[in-house]
């Protein structure tokens, strides 16, 4: 008799083959199956150019969760002050990638505020990243706010309902199973997970390490103020059945240039951005085209125009346009002729000058 060992737990593989050999069977053992965890093919991203708002938007509320999270290096900072946004999901009728680059901030102390991202009710919340002004902090929407639930665009395909604990998140790492969410504080830019090991349950989250101890705290309204961010995830939740633990930047540009587990690469951009501050190098400044006297009249708003002057656009055929006759020359009133003795006397002596 030939018995074939497979899938068995290693004690209860011992057992039977002490008892298979003590009745003389013959064992065959088979080691057990390795099976390598294969992302399902994602549907076609859309990579888009995003303008962020000047405050805070209105909340909306999404059927189904943000894809997992893609890889996008950022370049070098082309200057000091920049600010790397972009590089997350961002809701258009459907999940679309909002492109990342440096921009720098539209008005003088603004801040980035990361997208934001909750699980409320089998649903999510979403608000798109955007800018602050100085001294304005984010604000979740609260419990009791009523939210517009949206609607896919035609054709759009249906993705997963989020699958994790309520509360705020960020998509999962790379390669991850649809639909996992990651806990994560308020503020916590999508790019902290770029470099984590993808996920295929529940059990990951991002967390901050005050005085050497790991605390699962998700109402910091300021991760700004937090140098680095821990990501944990125990092996039952991982796609490779190992644990993970791993401290990533809080800077959404430092977390999103760490190497990847799985390189998944965001497409190129579909939309041109706007055009970038300034002329071109080499080209010409486009200026408006402005009528002279209207601009004069801005510059002299008190000045009054001559009688009889024509400030009409000139035509196409001027020839065609009747011309203003000239005025009519007017003696000076109340000047008599000078005598012609007088006149002799005031005229200059060229002798007496020589003289």
Same mark, same amino acid.
């Given at each position: 008799m030939t018995t074939t060992l497979e899938g068995l737990r290693p004690a209860a593989m011992a057992a039977l083959v002490g008892v298979l050999l003590t009745a003389g069977c013959a064992v065959e053992y088979a080691p057990p199956t390795v099976r390598v965890y294969a992302p399902e093919p994602a549907p076609p991203v859309r990579s888009v150019y995003i303008e962020p708002p000047l405050f805070e938007p209105a909340p909306i509320e999404v059927p189904w969760a943000p894809p997992p999270m893609l890889v996008e290096i950022p370049p070098p900072m082309p200057f000091y002050g920049a600010v790397w946004i972009g590089g997350y999901w961002v809701w258009q009728g459907d999940w679309v990638w909002a492109s990342g680059r440096w921009a720098p901030p539209p008005r003088p102390a603004y801040h980035w505020?990361?997208?934001?991202?909750?699980?409320?009710?089998?649903?999510?919340?979403?608000?798109?990243?955007?800018?602050?002004?100085?001294?304005?902090?984010?604000?979740?929407?609260?419990?009791?706010?009523?939210?517009?639930?949206?609607?896919?665009?035609?054709?759009?395909?249906?993705?997963?309902?989020?699958?994790?604990?309520?509360?705020?998140?960020?998509?999962?790492? %790379?390669?991850?199973?649809?639909?996992?969410?990651?806990?994560? %504080?308020?503020?916590?830019?999508?790019?902290?997970?770029?470099?984590?090991? %993808?996920?295929?349950?529940?059990?990951?989250?991002?967390? +901050?390490?005050?005085?050497?101890?790991? +605390?699962?705290?998700?109402?910091? +309204?300021?991760?700004?103020?937090?140098?680095?961010? +821990?990501?944990?995830?125990?092996?039952?939740?991982?796609?490779?059945?190992?644990?993970?633990?791993?401290?990533?930047?809080?800077?959404?540009?430092?977390?999103?240039?760490?190497?990847?587990?799985?390189?998944?690469?965001?497409?190129?951009?579909?939309?041109?951005?706007?055009?970038?501050?300034?002329?071109?190098p080499g080209a010409e400044p486009q200026r408006p085209a402005i009528h002279p006297v209207a601009a004069q009249a801005a510059q002299f708003p008190n000045r009054r125009e001559p009688a009889g002057l024509d400030r009409r656009q000139p035509s196409a055929a001027p020839e065609a346009r009747p011309r203003p006759l000239p005025p009519t020359a007017v003696a000076p009133r109340n000047v008599a002729p000078r005598p012609a003795a007088e006149a002799a006397a005031h005229r200059p002596n060229p002798a007496a000058a020589a003289a």
């Open positions: 505020t990361p997208p934001y991202y909750e699980h409320r009710d089998g649903l999510v919340v979403f608000i798109t990243g955007h800018w602050e002004a100085p001294g304005v902090e984010f604000a979740p929407p609260p419990p009791s706010i009523r939210i517009t639930i949206v609607e896919a665009a035609p054709g759009a395909r249906r993705g997963e309902r989020p699958i994790g604990p309520p509360g705020v998140f960020v998509p999962p790492p %790379p390669g991850s199973r649809a639909g996992i969410i990651v806990p994560a %504080p308020i503020g916590t830019p999508p790019a902290v997970v770029v470099s984590a090991a %993808p996920v295929t349950h529940v059990g990951m989250r991002v967390t +901050t390490v005050n005085n050497n101890q790991v +605390t699962n705290i998700t109402n910091i +309204t300021n991760v700004s103020n937090v140098t680095n961010l +821990t990501v944990i995830a125990p092996a039952s939740a991982t796609a490779s059945g190992r644990a993970f633990r791993a401290t990533v930047p809080a800077q959404a540009h430092l977390a999103a240039a760490l190497p990847a587990v799985m390189h998944i690469a965001a497409p190129p951009r579909a939309s041109a951005p706007p055009r970038p501050f300034g002329p071109a």
